[in-house]
């Protein structure tokens, strides 16, 4: 089946300092990734979705300039964390779809974010 | 725009017994329903799903139900084993995007 990567799968920054996570598409080449935060014992929240080669597409409430999103190619999306603060802290996880046009979305293991 | 409900949020079951999952979702152009198992510090998985022109889908222990006119999708899980502990998630994908709304999630806890 179709794999996707988060790397890494943990991280603890200072406040302040950027951190950047990495979300791949291993077996297939991704049209579109999507980036969610989730808080304990909650729901995946919708941040971000991407398109190789173009701008990120952000949800009501999410700030672009903090959260930077790039996807570079079809297998590569980045969110990067810019100035981080405490409540910052959460799991972020990383979908994509395939060119193939099915209406799977393919989840990565998510990234641990600690903000101390 | 859509919006998914879903219950209950916690589900305690005895291992071999049966546990449901119910779903509502609010915009009736949406046509393709997933449901993810997450275990704890793990991404969501695709165990199921199900498209608006079908009404049911069964895969082993897992079966999906939709009921396009009462906006209602159900997870049926039979025969419940202990690894079937998890957050289960309902989601429901908004046509013409691959925007997915996702349900609260259900905790469910399988007693061996």
């Known amino acids: 089946g179709a794999v996707v990567s988060q790397h890494p799968s943990w991280v603890i920054c200072k406040s302040g300092t950027s951190v950047k996570i990495e979300c791949r598409s291993l077996?297939?080449?991704?049209?579109?990734m999507f980036w969610y935060r989730q808080f304990p014992k909650q729901s995946l929240m919708l941040m971000a979705t991407?398109?190789?080669?173009?701008?990120?597409?952000?949800e009501q409430g999410v700030e672009k300039d903090k959260f930077l999103i790039n996807h570079a190619s079809l297998t590569l999306s980045t969110l990067t964390v810019t100035s981080a603060h405490p409540e910052d802290s959460s799991f972020y996880i990383c979908?994509?779809?395939?060119?193939?046009?099915?209406?799977?979305?393919?989840f990565g293991p998510g990234t641990r974010l600690t903000v101390t | 725009g859509e919006n998914v409900e879903q219950h209950p949020s916690t589900l305690s079951v005895q291992e071999g017994d049966s546990a449901v999952i119910k779903c509502t979702y609010s915009?009736?152009?949406?046509?393709?329903f997933p449901w993810y198992k997450q275990e704890l510090g793990k991404g969501p998985q695709l165990i199921i799903d199900?498209?608006?022109?079908?009404g049911e889908k069964k895969d082993q222990r897992i079966a999906v139900t939709l009921n396009k006119t009462a906006k209602h999708f159900s997870l049926h899980i039979t025969e419940t084993q202990p690894e079937d502990s998890a957050v289960y998630f309902c989601?429901?994908?908004?046509?013409?995007?691959?925007?997915?709304?996702f349900g609260a999630g259900t905790r469910l806890f399988v007693k061996a």
């Open positions: 915009d009736s152009a949406s046509n393709y």
């Open positions: 199900i498209r608006s022109n079908v």
């Open positions: 989601a429901a994908r908004v046509t013409g995007g691959f925007k997915t709304i």
């Open positions: 077996d297939f080449q991704a049209t579109t």
């Open positions: 979908s994509a779809t395939s060119l193939a046009g099915t209406s799977e979305q393919y």
């Open positions: 991407s398109n190789e080669g173009s701008k990120a597409t952000y």
